[in-house]
């Protein structure tokens, strides 16, 4: 990655417009920098828009969902998989007051920014920041009552790896819980198909979605299952995420004025044409398990 403005710009814009070039998720990251869709946080997922009219509010509604489906508390400990810069973390230490939030996350550039908006919060007790991975977590065996990923799972290599990772270091009875991408492939017309195609790669090409990753939700449940999780839930909320988020960025240019020309020309574009089209491919799901508690083992 370059280090300065204008090998940056060009690096930008070969990630952008040519197909071939793909990058390493912490590459994508870097590159990406504090380009948030947000205005005042730094938040970098879709938001969830049931409620809410702006990015800000939508982004900090689905790291609530996300942290109510786990029933996050008092004395509850956390482990937060790909926590970006760290916005989700002192929303939940300040709203659900759990008793130490432990993040990992492998890009170093939005590690230090993560924590040092962590200690601007003061917080710095109660959310221990990491660089580590989801995959090969740096965390005792039967130390956590929750694990969540705010769409980050999507990314790991491989999402089964997380899943075995979680169900090691979560206590019996410790929950998980995920807001993450699927793919969504399911029409019977042949040219729907091809734009649901279409629209998947797109996406995983740009943001490195490794092909093991590539499954529905049927899949999602039985490979939780045979991590050893029961209990599990997975239930689609694209509705609330995709069409509302489209519906948002066409209508309000501030993200669009944040990029740099061609991305802006080709945003304005892609916000020009129908949701059902750009996401054809893509399901947005929250899923929830849990370890069998002592009395459920076998
Ligand atoms: C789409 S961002 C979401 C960030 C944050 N949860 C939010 O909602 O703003 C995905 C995050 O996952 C992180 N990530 C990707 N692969 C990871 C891995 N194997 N382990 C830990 N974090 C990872 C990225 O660095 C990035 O911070």
Known sequence: MSD??????????????????????TEVYDLIGTTSLTEHRLYLNLGYWRDVGTIDDASEALALLVAKRGGMGAGDVVLDCGYGFGDQDILWARDMKPAKIIGLNITKSQVGRARMNVADAGLE???????????EMPIEHDSVDLVVSLESAFHYRTR????????????????????????????????????????????????????????????????????GFVDIDIRSIRDDVYAPLHEYLSRDQSFVNKLPPVAKIMAKWAFSRPAESVYAGLDYILAYSEKPGKSQEI
């Open 4 to 25: 300065n403005a204008a090998g940056r710009f060009f690096e930008f814009l070969n990630w952008l417009l040519n197909p071939y070039h793909g990058l390493q998720t």
């Open 160 to 227: 089964e790896d997380f899943f075995r990772e979680a169900y090691r270091v979560l206590r019996p009875g410790g929950r998980l819980v995920t807001a993450d991408i699927v793919p969504t492939i399911n029409s019977d017309n042949p040219f729907r198909r091809l734009e649901q195609w279409i629209s998947w790669n797109m996406v995983a090409g740009k943001f490195n979605i490794p092909p093991e990753n590539y499954y529905l939700i049927p899949s999602y449940s039985e490979k939780l299952s045979r991590a």
């Open 125 to 135: 007790k109660t959310i221990d920041l990491r660089e580590g991975s989801a995959t």
